[in-house]
């Protein structure tokens, strides 16, 4: 199957939990390679992001990025961007829209990312 732009990471969510779709057509197919690679872990980042988008208190594994990187504008507003350690290299990086109760895809990383280095 093939995923773009704003369509949704699936199955769709159930009661309580939070939508989580694709913000840019890298992050479906970046999502698409590491469901390949590191397929278990792909599904516990994708229930992490459904159930618990902004875990306090953060983990090791699984924060809020920092600096600049903190905030990503999607559509003109500024949103949180959180991060999940999927591999050793890998990461996730979404925005958070409580409002919303959704969560945009933003970028995956199967290496580690040198934005955060």
């Known amino acids: ?12 969510p159930g009661p309580g939990e939070y939508d989580v779709r694709f913000s ?17 872990n792909a599904l516990a980042a994708w229930k992490l992001m459904r159930t618990n988008p902004s875990p306090n208190p953060c983990t090791k594994r699984h924060d809020r990025l ?37 969560v945009w895809l933003r970028e995956v990383h199967i290496g580690h990312p040198k934005k955060t280095e």
């Open 24 to 40: 840019t057509l890298r992050a479906a197919e970046g999502w698409k390679q590491l469901c390949k690679q590191a397929s278990g």
């Open 66 to 102: 920092k600096g600049p990187l903190s905030t990503a504008v999607r559509n003109g507003r500024a949103y949180p961007q959180w991060q999940i350690e999927v591999t050793g290299g890998g990461r996730l990086w979404y925005l958070l829209d409580s409002d919303r109760q959704t």
């Open 1 to 12: 199957m093939s995923y773009g732009k704003t369509d949704p990471v699936p199955p769709p």
